[in-house]
């Protein structure tokens, strides 16, 4: 037999993770006895699993960086949170399309000719840009902008925004996000917005006024698979190597086709077939559909146990 080794994998905490994790446990090890798998919800698992394991070479897996992990020798991939003006320069290092960006400024202008007529404001916030709050302005206008152009509850008021140049994705603003495990796919979903976005010739403030954002707002949501995107998915994903779970947000442009990189969702809150953040999407894709695409739990058990193969150390 093998020399034994050993995967803790650390969820986010939750009992909406259990169920999941218990199977990919299992799986793992019925495909390769010589492998342990423990998984630790809180920090009260991780002393008796430093014991159980201590000696082995070891993988650790965690899918919350916040979250206290066993004492034991190994490699690790741990998500995290990483702030979207860091996660561009990775794509501009790694020679991955993604939009002209930089974190705004009141008063400074922008010049038309790098970043096009229009730009996207935007949290820096991942919270914040979940709720939607992505503002269409014209260029010209950007330098323009005044704090009373905002309500008072808006977050430019208290935290950093960003400003991109906008990538038009069509009347019916779209983006992909496929989740991927140690840069293996694991779901593709599509994002469409039900209501059009305003013509982009509308008055200014009209189009600052307008929800272009496909993660706000009322919108249809479907399962599809196209292998560039998915190959696009993972060169960004290649980009953070550190880790483990990544969902990936890419836009095509509207008429040439263009993949954009628009963001990395790397702290470890897209494992949607169960988190509590998932129920929306699972109203219009159900749990068994989302988890049929690639195989769902079987594969992630494959992936985790070639990342165990791959990487396990003392």
């Known amino acids: 037999m093998p020399a034994e080794k050993a995967l803790v994998i650390v969820p986010r905490r ?10 990919i446990a299992a799986e793992i090890m019925a495909r390769d006895p010589s492998v342990t798998v423990r998984v630790a919800h809180d920090e009260a698992d991780n002393a008796p699993i430093a014991a159980a394991l201590t000696g082995l070479p070891a ?3 965690g899918f919350d960086g916040t979250l206290a992990l066993p004492v034991l020798p190994g490699r690790r991939f741990i998500c995290r949170q990483i702030i979207k003006t860091a996660q561009l320069r990775q794509y501009a290092e790694a020679g991955i399309a993604h939009p002209v960006s930089a ?33 269409l302005v014209p260029t010209q206008m950007v330098g323009k902008l005044q704090p009373q152009h905002f309500a008072p509850e808006h977050p430019i008021h208290a935290s950093p925004m960003l400003v991109q140049s906008f990538i038009d994705t069509g009347p019916y603003p779209s983006h992909f996000r496929v989740l991927l495990l140690f840069g293996e796919p694991l779901y593709m979903v599509e ?16 189009l600052l006024g307008a929800s272009i954002a496909t993660n706000g707002g009322v919108r249809e949501r479907r399962l599809v698979q196209d292998p560039g995107i998915i190959a696009f998915a993972q060169r960004m994903a290649g980009a953070l190597p550190a ?10 442009e509207h008429g040439s086709g263009r993949l954009i990189a628009i963001e990395n969702n790397p702290g470890g809150n897209t494992w949607h077939f169960s988190s509590p953040l998932g129920e929306e999407l699972r109203q219009q894709i159900p749990r068994a559909a989302l988890l049929a695409q690639f195989g769902g739990l079987t594969r992630a058990a494959e992936i985790l146990l070639k990342a165990t193969q791959l990487y396990a150390r003392a």
Do not use: C, N
């Open 14 to 23: 939750g009992d909406d993770y259990r169920e999941d994790f218990a199977t």
């Open 59 to 61: 993988l650790i897996v």
């Open 103 to 135: 974190v705004f400024q009141w008063g400074q202008a922008l010049d038309a000719r790098r970043w096009g007529p229009l730009t996207v404001l935007k949290p820096l916030d991942p919270g914040a840009t979940s709720k939607g709050l992505a503002h």
């Open 191 to 206: 994002h469409v917005m039900s209501d059009p976005r305003p013509p982009l010739d509308a008055p200014p403030q009209v």
């Open 243 to 252: 880790i483990p779970l990544q969902g990936i947000d890419i836009m095509r």
